[in-house]
């Protein structure tokens, strides 16, 4: 049995690894997921990112689905060094190799037509033997193969060894031997002439000089046949890592109700790149505690010995926490551009409003994601509608006094912080008053709320003709 080892070709090679999503949907967490992995073990150590499209599928491919995966890709960042390669303007590079294995005998034609092929399988089915190819136009020395039956578009199959292990040390999974009877003789080129789906990888892969192939465990069964291939070619199998699916927090496969959307539906929702990459980064992947990095520092750390062999759970409330995070963190001028949009959907009126980097500063500090940032950054932006009922339980005739106070001295006071709060305090003093019985009716009247952060924040982002202006209208 030839074992293929990862740490003995790991030395003096160039790093090359290779994203290749198929244009058949979005581009979802999981290839997001196998895409910052990729990239990542590239950028560590100094090698190159690849990304590849595997648009064979033609009745399934469509552009819109590629465009998708790019602009998912730009959005978290994750910058291929080579590409992007389309596998359909491969096809004479494909022929090419057919050719050639053609030629040396490690392909050749068959002429069983498809349904030939399942009535084969339904006899060993019926005998109780794995249903497979049964090497009815294999060539083998001494064999009289049959007649070329006329009007029969042959296929193209792989010769596969007949005997021996094929093996390799996964990086994710460890050692995995697949005895080669297991494995029939594959098609390689269908009988209108296209190659099939793992003889194009083999092809890029080899080509390409993919050193690392960093992919879905649902790929597990495909590696054995291209490993074959590879080496019917005379190539040197890439290194392979199988990382295991992603769960919904309940443990089912992950759908579209736990979140498995198009990557291009967070940062609609809010989310911050660089918070969709540290959460992906810890989807099956370590480094000791840590929950919180750059994507700079995931680069120094990632390797391939932590990743996890088990599933991994998505948790949307931690991606969540993750974003609040990257918010308090972000540049306040970033988020104003981000929220702003929204703030305009709304109908937000910006004309002698406060500044929106100032608002933003403000509110960022509870806000998950830029939709709720933007809804909370809106008390600003529109004139306040308080509740009539919420007027009438917080605008008593006991308060009022202290709330014509509070306006006549907002005339005179300077204009910080640290003044209007001891302001209120004196105000608060000379009534006899406690804190909320003045901050809520200032809050209703201001923003049309009961709940905003410090009422002296507020008061000094609104600026003192329109405090003085609200507070008359009712007073």
């Keep these: 049995m030839a074992l293929f080892s990862p740490a003995a070709s790991r030395q003096a090679m ?77 096809m004479d590079r494909y022929r090419e190799v057919i050719g050639q294995m053609l030629q040396e005998g490690s392909a050749y034609y068959c002429y069983c037509t498809p349904a030939e092929v399942e009535a084969m ?72 002439g296209t190659p099939t789906y793992n003889f194009c990888v083999v092809v890029d892969d080899w080509d390409m000089k993919i050193t690392h192939v960093i992919r879905g465990d649902d790929h597990v069964n495909n590696t054995p046949r291209q490993i074959n291939i590879l080496k019917a070619l005379g190539a040197t199998p890439p290194i392979y890592g199988h990382v295991p699916m992603i769960l919904g927090a309940d443990g089912e496969k992950l759908s579209k109700r736990h979140g498995a959307v198009s990557v291009m539906e967070y940062p609609a929702q809010g989310y911050l790149p660089e918070a969709m990459l540290n959460y992906l980064a810890r989807l099956g992947w370590s480094h000791g505690d840590e929950e919180i990095f750059s994507v700079e520092q995931f680069c120094k750390w990632f390797d391939l010995d932590h990743l996890t062999k088990s599933p991994a759970q998505f948790n949307p409330e931690k991606l969540a926490w993750l974003n609040n995070h990257y918010i308090k963190a972000a540049d306040n001028a970033r988020l104003a551009q981000l929220a702003q949009p929204q703030l305009e959907r709304d109908g937000a009126v910006f004309e002698g409003a406060p500044p929106l980097e100032a608002v933003i500063g403000l509110m960022k500090e509870r806000a998950s994601t830029i939709v709720e940032l933007a809804d909370a950054a809106m008390l600003f932006y529109r004139q306040p509608q308080p509740d009539a009922a919420l007027l009438a339980q917080h605008l008593t005739e006991a308060v009022r006094p202290a709330l014509a106070d509070y306006a006549a001295r907002i005339a005179t006071v300077a204009w910080d912080r640290a003044a209007l709060s001891a302001m209120l305090k004196e105000v608060l003093a000379a009534h006899k008053l406690k804190m909320p019985q003045l901050a809520m009716p200032l809050r209703l009247l201001l923003t049309g709320q009961l709940q905003t952060p410090s009422i002296d924040a507020v008061v000094e982002l609104f600026g003192r003709d329109v405090v003085a202006g609200r507070l008359a209208a009712h007073l």
């Design 121 to 192: 399988r339904e006899r060993q089915r019926a005998a109780g033997q794995k249903p497979r190819y049964d090497g009815t136009w294999r060539p083998e020395p001494g064999k009289t193969l049959p007649a070329i039956p006329e009007g029969v578009k042959p296929v193209v199959r792989f010769r596969n060894p007949l005997d021996g292990d094929v093996a390799w040390e996964d990086a994710v999974k460890g050692l995995i031997t697949i005895g080669n009877r297991e494995l029939d003789d594959l098609i390689i080129a269908r009988s209108d």
């Design 14 to 90: 160039t790093v090359r690894t290779r994203f290749a999503p198929s244009p058949t949907g979005y581009l979802h967490l999981g290839g997001a997921r196998t895409a910052l992995f990729s990239w990542a073990y590239a950028r560590r150590f100094g090698g190159v990112f690849i990304l590849r499209i595997e648009d064979t599928d033609l009745e399934r491919s469509t552009p819109e689905a590629v465009q998708a995966i790019l602009d998912g890709m730009q959005w978290l960042g994750l910058e291929h060094d080579e590409g992007p390669f389309y596998q359909m303007r491969r």
